[in-house]
């Protein structure tokens, strides 16, 4: 289950880096360095969702992003440049661009704002899940639609609290060790990943803190366990 980005960047040192940092989170990623090969692959990976630096080789960003915004009205674009003069950021959004982030910039930002823009353009990732909807105690998930049904209302998840959820749901009454959930989700365990899934973690709690019978314990050094 992953989502598929184009990342359009001419710098190898920080490609690589970005690409790393999208893979350990789940991220299906292809690099391109140079702007004449952007439409190409564009075309044979249909992606997701695209990252996009400006001053590349053979065409510049701005270009780039008005093509593929003529192939793609719905294609969400974000800008990663170190041109931060306001006419640069100006000049990115009236190109296509839904986003712009300058260099240097945090892998945590990167990582939400290209969870707002997947969940505005109602992107689903690639997967072979059959199952689409779970019923527990007073709730339900939608995994597809990544909507948590609980007697306080709907509650729209990102991608990864979804697939957090459904794994301690299918896990119901058992111990949930957390390199398990960060090798599956997240790709590895790293320091990371670990505190992207706490906060990830409190935010379900926090959603389920009211529906009665319904537990997230701590398993101290272990992991989680979900009963109901």
């Known amino acids: 289950m992953s989502y598929k980005v184009l990342y ?3 710098e190898p040192f920080l490609a690589r880096i970005v690409s790393d940092g999208l893979k350990s989170s789940n ?25 996009l630096d400006i001053m590349l080789p053979s065409k510049d960003g701005y270009s780039i992003a008005e093509e593929i915004r003529a192939k793609s009205p719905d294609m969400p674009i974000i800008f990663l440049s170190a041109k931060s003069l306001t006419e640069d950021i100006v000049k990115g959004f009236k190109s296509g661009g839904n986003d712009y ?8 930002e990167l990582l939400v704002r290209m969870e707002a823009l997947l969940f505005r353009y109602k992107k ?41 959820l459904e794994m301690l749901i299918l896990n119901q009454n058992k111990v949930l060790e957390r390199k398990t959930v960060l090798l599956k989700i997240w790709g590895d365990d790293s ?38």
Not at 37 to 51: N, R, W
Not at 101 to 108: E, G, H, R, T
């Open 191 to 228: 320091f990371y990943n670990t505190r992207s899934m706490d906060v990830f973690m409190t935010h379900i709690r926090k959603l389920l803190k009211d529906e009665q019978g319904i537990k997230i314990i701590n398993v101290r050094n272990v992991g989680y366990k979900m009963t109901f």
């Open 8 to 10: 359009i960047e001419d």
């Open 101 to 108: 982030l300058k260099k240097p910039f945090s892998m945590d």
């Open 124 to 164: 689903k990732p690639a997967t072979n899940v059959i199952t689409e909807l779970f019923n527990f105690s007073t709730c339900s998930l939608d995994t597809i639609h990544q909507v948590l049904k609980t007697t306080t209302g709907q509650h729209h998840l990102s991608f990864k609290e979804t697939a957090l």
């Open 27 to 51: 991220y299906e990623v292809t690099w391109v360095d140079d702007g004449g090969q952007v439409l190409k692959a564009f075309d044979s990976l249909e992606p997701d969702l695209c990252i």
